[in-house]
């Protein structure tokens, strides 16, 4: 029963500061949704920053497994394309990490340093890939565009949804669409015809 309350808790936080944003929601606004006393809820939790740090352990195993490479051959255009959509959803679930991302991180020094361990770890990723596409001869680049197109996807997909937010978009899976292949894109002038007219067409059914 106590799992099971933890859970709810853990839940209902998340579901509150996606909505609402996290420095507007309090442990009462979270008990009062709940229907359970504040004391219960202490119980589970010591204060909102333990809550947000659970929320956060979630979030990292999630990004963990998405970032992770395809093992014993070269990366594909498909590849990409799937671990993407997988980053942005985890992004998309856990939104109120971004939205709120510089006040969170200024209050917790541990999960300043886990976040700053998960952008490196994206960022080797994203070199890796990149580098992997030219081994493959999908792409054709220097190392600097390379190194550059890498850093250009880190920080579009990693802020594009606080973007979309910003700009007012309120369809959830057309802002995910619309920041994957804005990324993609940005490997287009680097591929070789073949695969830039297959990127076109995964874009054109993707959108459609």
Known sequence: MARQTRQRILDASLTMFNAQG??????????????????????????????????????????????????????????????????????????????????????NRRLRIRFARILRRADEQAHTVMRGLSQAGVMRASADELDAAATNVLVIATFWLN????????????????????????LAPFLRDAERVHLNTLTRAYID
């Open 22 to 107: 996290e420095p507007n929601v309090t442990t009462n606004h979270i008990a009062d949704e709940l229907e359970i006393s504040p004391g219960n809820l202490y119980y589970h939790f010591r204060n909102k920053d333990d809550i947000i740090e659970h929320l956060f352990g979630r979030y990292e195993e999630r990004i963990d497994a998405a970032l992770g490479a395809p093992e014993g051959r070269l990366p594909g255009l498909e590849d990409i394309w799937l671990q993407l959509h997988l980053v942005f959803e985890c992004i998309w679930d856990y939104r109120f990490l971004y939205r709120d991302l510089a006040n969170i991180l200024s209050r």
């Open 163 to 186: 973007y979309a937010s910003a700009r007012g978009d309120k369809d959830e899976q057309a802002s995910i669409r619309a920041g994957i292949v804005q990324v993609m894109m940005l």
